[in-house]
């Protein structure tokens, strides 16, 4: 238990669908995080929310739309995909805001995406 | 701007042997700096971190990291390597008062570690 749970952990959906990604952490966190994690590249930082406020948005295109109702919870809607956007996406969460203190992240265990 | 560097895709060993995971780093102010795990299908896990103090820090499962200014590297070590120690490594470094001043946390590639009985 990571303290960090993602829903679906898989997930395949077409290029015409639209999904949601759904994370929720249990720590009492003040920041939460969306990553992409594909092979043989570094993580790469999507949305960043400091007290349910978005405060990164890193080029990521709009078929990509976050969501954060509350300090525990952060969606990730998608909409028309393509096949490159087939990764594994990771939530994260951490105590201090993204640009300051020294608290770790948490992730949770990702949702693995897949686009036909 | 910062970065980080993992020199080495993969670095195997001997079970039983010590282990050494590279990392180099470069910030304008200074820097924090993180190691996390990563078991297959599974998030990253927070290994151990260097803020201020001791340049030797201590993490979990017995895994110690030395922070070399001079030398801008903070390498993950252990000193006997096990087969559940296989897995992918990642260094992060976050950039504190720099010209940047961002604060972002920037990951490395990742380096895989086999070590095999």
């Known amino acids: 238990e990571t303290g960090v749970t993602q829903t679906p952990r898989h997930l395949v959906m077409g290029m015409t669908n639209k999904k949601s990604l759904k994370c929720e952490q249990h720590?009492?966190?003040?920041?939460m995080y969306w990553y992409k994690q594909s092979a043989k590249k570094p993580l790469e930082l999507m949305f960043v929310?400091?007290?349910?406020?978005?405060?990164e948005n890193n080029s990521v295109p709009s078929r990509f739309s976050p969501e954060c109702p509350n300090s525990s919870h952060l969606f990730l809607h998608l909409h028309t995909l393509q096949p490159e956007d087939s990764a594994l996406y990771l939530c994260a969460s951490s105590q201090d805001r993204e640009d300051r203190g020294n608290s770790p992240l948490h992730f949770g265990n990702g949702t693995r995406l897949t686009v036909t | 701007a910062q970065s980080v560097a993992q020199p080495e895709d993969q670095v195997n060993v001997a079970e039983g042997n010590p282990l050494t995971v590279k990392c180099t780093y470069s910030v304008s102010g200074n820097p924090y700096l993180f190691w996390y795990v990563q078991y297959p299908n599974r998030g990253l896990q927070f290994l151990l971190k260097?803020?201020?103090?001791?340049?030797l820090v201590k993490g979990s499962y017995g895994f110690e990291a030395e922070f070399n200014k001079s030398q801008t590297s903070f390498h993950l070590k252990k000193p006997s390597a096990l087969v559940s120690d296989s897995a992918l490594y990642f260094c992060?470094?976050?950039?504190?008062?720099?010209?940047?001043?961002?604060?972002?946390?920037?990951f490395g590639q990742g380096t895989t570690l086999q070590v095999k009985p």
């Open positions: 260097y803020i201020t103090g001791d340049n």
């Open positions: 992060a470094v976050r950039d504190i008062g720099g010209s940047s001043n961002t604060g972002k946390l920037i």
């Open positions: 720590l009492g966190h003040n920041a």
């Open positions: 929310y400091n007290f349910k406020e978005q405060t």
